[in-house]
């Protein structure tokens, strides 16, 4: 891209919407290039490349470039000018909005940084927003926290006070908290017979025999209505461990969280009645 000489911007994570732009022409070139094979009967979209390309740049652009197509762009001088003019207000409108951001923030002295979803879907009373940060300084769009981390100002909230702050209620954290905590209350006297029962057995067993241990006791099988499985059972409690077979050799275990594992010793074994 430089020998083209093209400028090449990294755009941060959190910003997602950074290139829509460029999403959006990409999502409508694919459009044309789908509806090209079809229409030829084509599987070899590579070889269509180039022509639908061309097409994209030849269609006229009614609402930004004024009808004019992509491809005219450069032998059009008003045009140009009238791009220009047009970028130079977006710039100025996005250079007081980051500037009111920046006095916000800095006035309120501290920040909430917001959290990643990691792309799932999040109900809309669901708190974005977790830890406070200190303000350290601000650099135009960006806001530097007390740990010397930056933050794009458009991605943080604003906090006067904290005071009063409990943090998110049950039905406000992220996931299926709410539902884990219902299962829980449920199922409590099932981990607590499973805890004695690995007490019993060294702290540990099998998934295949704790979970027959517990399907022999009455209500368990009703009570694990909606628990997708009994590793979900065991992740919902502290005092048990889930141990996958790959640590252990071939066979998934369930174990006490407040024992370590055995390990075997291995070579010849001490002669206890040897004097040193």
Same mark, same amino acid.
């Given at each position: 891209?430089?020998?083209?000489?093209?400028?090449?911007?990294?755009?941060?994570?959190?910003?997602?919407?950074? *290139?829509?732009?460029?999403?959006?022409? *990409?999502?409508?070139?694919?459009?044309?290039?789908?509806?090209?094979?079809?229409?030829?009967?084509?599987?070899?979209?590579?070889?269509?490349? =180039?022509?639908?390309? =061309?097409? +994209?740049?030849?269609?006229?652009?009614?609402?930004?470039?004024? %009808?004019?197509? !992509?491809?005219?762009?450069?032998?059009?001088?008003?045009?140009?000018?009238?791009?220009?003019?047009?970028?130079?207000?977006?710039?100025?409108?996005? #250079?007081?909005?980051?500037?009111?951001? /920046? #006095?916000?923030?800095?006035?309120?002295? #501290?920040?909430?940084?917001?959290?990643?979803? &990691? %792309?799932?879907?999040?109900?809309?009373?669901? !708190?974005?927003?977790?830890?406070?940060?200190?303000?350290?300084?601000? #650099?135009?769009?960006?806001?530097?926290?007390?740990?010397?981390?930056?933050?794009?100002?458009?991605?943080?909230?604003?906090?006067?006070?904290?005071?009063?702050?409990?943090? !998110? $209620? $049950? *039905?406000?954290?992220?996931?299926?908290?709410?539902?884990?905590?219902? @299962?829980?209350?449920?199922?409590?006297?099932?981990?607590?017979?499973?805890?004695?029962?690995?007490?019993?057995?060294? &702290?540990?067993?099998?998934?295949?025999?704790?979970?027959?241990?517990? $399907?022999? +006791?009455?209500?368990?099988?009703?009570?694990?209505?909606?628990?997708?499985?009994?590793?979900?059972?065991?992740?919902?409690?502290?005092?048990?461990?889930?141990?996958?077979?790959?640590?252990? %050799? &071939?066979?998934?275990?369930?174990?006490?969280?407040?024992?370590?594992? @055995?390990?075997?010793?291995? /070579?010849? +074994? !001490?002669?206890?009645? $040897?004097?040193?």
């Amino acid at each position: 891209m430089k020998a083209e000489g093209i400028e090449v911007y990294t755009k941060r994570k959190e910003d997602i919407n950074a *290139i829509s732009t460029i999403d959006t022409a *990409i999502g409508q070139l694919k459009k044309a290039l789908v509806r090209d094979t079809r229409k030829v009967g084509t599987d070899d979209w590579a070889s269509r490349l =180039q022509k639908v390309t =061309q097409g +994209q740049n030849n269609n006229p652009i009614d609402e930004y470039l004024e %009808g004019v197509p !992509p491809a005219k762009v450069s032998t059009n001088p008003d045009l140009i000018n009238l791009l220009k003019d047009k970028n130079a207000r977006y710039a100025d409108y996005n #250079q007081r909005r980051i500037e009111k951001r /920046g #006095q916000k923030i800095e006035n309120a002295g #501290q920040f909430r940084i917001m959290e990643d979803m &990691g %792309g799932k879907f999040t109900r809309g009373f669901k !708190p974005r927003f977790g830890e406070v940060r200190q303000v350290k300084e601000m #650099q135009g769009a960006v806001v530097v926290d007390n740990k010397d981390k930056d933050h794009l100002t458009k991605f943080v909230l604003p906090v006067e006070d904290t005071t009063n702050d409990a943090g !998110p $209620r $049950r *039905i406000e954290q992220r996931g299926s908290a709410l539902t884990d905590a219902t @299962r829980r209350a449920r199922l409590r006297p099932y981990a607590d017979e499973l805890v004695n029962f690995l007490r019993r057995n060294n &702290g540990h067993a099998t998934t295949a025999t704790a979970s027959k241990h517990l $399907r022999e +006791q009455p209500g368990f099988t009703a009570a694990m209505a909606n628990v997708p499985s009994f590793g979900a059972f065991i992740r919902l409690f502290d005092s048990l461990k889930l141990v996958n077979a790959s640590a252990t %050799g &071939g066979t998934s275990k369930v174990r006490l969280t407040n024992m370590a594992p @055995r390990r075997r010793l291995r /070579g010849k +074994q !001490p002669d206890p009645d $040897r004097r040193v």
